[in-house]
C-alpha cells in the first residue's frame, strides 16, 4: 500500500462542474502539498497545508489532520484546469516529499 | 524572483552512457532535491542537498549522484545508464529543510531517454 493515496485516478467534467479530489495518507506529516502538473512535465505548487482550509481563486483546498485526509476542489471549471493534480506530503525533519500518482483531470466544453 | 531552471530539457543518451543534469535554485532557497517520475508514476525522491551537503537519499542505486555548488544551483549524475532510468527528472528548492512547512519551486524537469 502507498503511502499517499488519491482518488479518483482519473476523472472528467463538463466546463462549470464541482471538482474534488481526495488524497489520504498513512503516515504523521508536517505539511501536505497539492501540486498541479501540465502535460510539459512541469509543476506548479498549488497550496501547502497543515491544518484547516486554505482558498485561491477557485480552488480550495482542506485537511483533516486526524482522519489523514485532504480535499482539493475546484469550483466552475473550466478547460484549462485540466491536468494531473498530485498530492504529496512533508515528512519528518528532512525536506522529502512523498508522492500520491496523481489523479488526471480533463474539463470538456 | 527568476523561479528553478532546468537543462536540458530533453536528452538522449545509449545505455552505459553517463549523465549530467543541471538546476538554478530560486533566489532565496539553499536547499535542492532532485525527483525521477517514470511515466504514469507520482515522482520519486532521489536526493537533497543542503548547503553543499547531501541532506537525505531516497532508495536510488550509488551511480546516482549529486553536487550542490556555493550558488546553490545542483547537478544529478547518472552513470552507466540503464533503460529503466528513462524518466522525467525534476527538480524543486526550498528554503532551510527541517524549520517547518515551507514551500516548493519546481522546474519543468529534464525528460531523459535511454535507449
Known amino acids: 500500500k502507498n503511502e499517499v493515496e488519491q482518488s479518483p485516478q482519473n476523472l472528467t467534467a463538463q466546463e462549470g462542474e464541482f471538482i474534488t479530489i481526495n488524497c489520504s495518507y498513512s503516515?504523521?506529516?508536517?505539511?501536505l502539498h497539492w501540486l498541479q502538473q501540465h502535460p510539459g512535465g512541469g509543476i506548479v505548487s498549488l497550496f501547502m497545508?497543515?491544518?484547516g482550509k486554505k482558498k485561491h481563486g477557485r480552488l480550495i483546498a482542506t485537511i483533516n489532520i486526524q482522519e489523514k485526509h485532504s480535499s482539493l476542489h475546484i469550483t466552475a471549471s473550466h478547460p484549462r484546469d485540466s491536468a494531473v493534480y498530485i498530492c504529496?506530503?512533508?515528512?519528518?525533519?528532512?525536506?522529502?516529499?512523498?508522492f500520491g500518482t496523481g489523479t488526471r483531470l480533463q474539463v470538456t466544453l | 524572483e527568476t523561479g528553478v531552471t532546468q537543462s536540458p530539457t530533453h536528452l538522449i543518451k545509449t545505455r552505459g552512457q553517463q549523465v549530467t543534469l543541471r538546476c538554478s535554485s530560486q533566489?532565496?532557497?539553499?536547499?535542492v532535491s532532485w525527483y525521477q517520475q517514470a511515466l504514469g508514476q507520482g515522482p520519486q525522491f532521489i536526493f537533497q542537498?543542503?548547503?553543499?551537503?547531501?541532506?537525505g537519499r531516497g532508495n536510488f542505486p550509488p551511480r546516482f549522484s549529486g553536487l550542490q555548488f556555493p550558488n546553490y544551483s545542483s547537478e544529478l549524475n547518472v552513470n552507466a545508464l540503464e533503460l529503466d532510468d528513462s524518466a522525467l527528472y525534476l527538480c524543486?528548492?526550498?528554503?532551510?529543510?527541517?524549520?517547518?512547512?515551507?514551500?516548493?519551486?519546481f522546474g519543468s524537469g529534464t525528460r531523459l531517454t535511454v535507449v
Open positions: 533566489s532565496g532557497h539553499n536547499t
Open positions: 524543486a528548492s526550498s528554503t532551510e529543510p527541517g524549520q517547518g512547512s515551507y514551500g516548493y519551486t
Open positions: 503516515v504523521g506529516i508536517s505539511a
Open positions: 542537498y543542503y548547503r553543499e551537503e547531501e541532506n
Open positions: 497545508l497543515s491544518s
Open positions: 504529496a506530503v512533508k515528512t519528518g525533519t528532512a525536506s522529502k516529499l512523498t
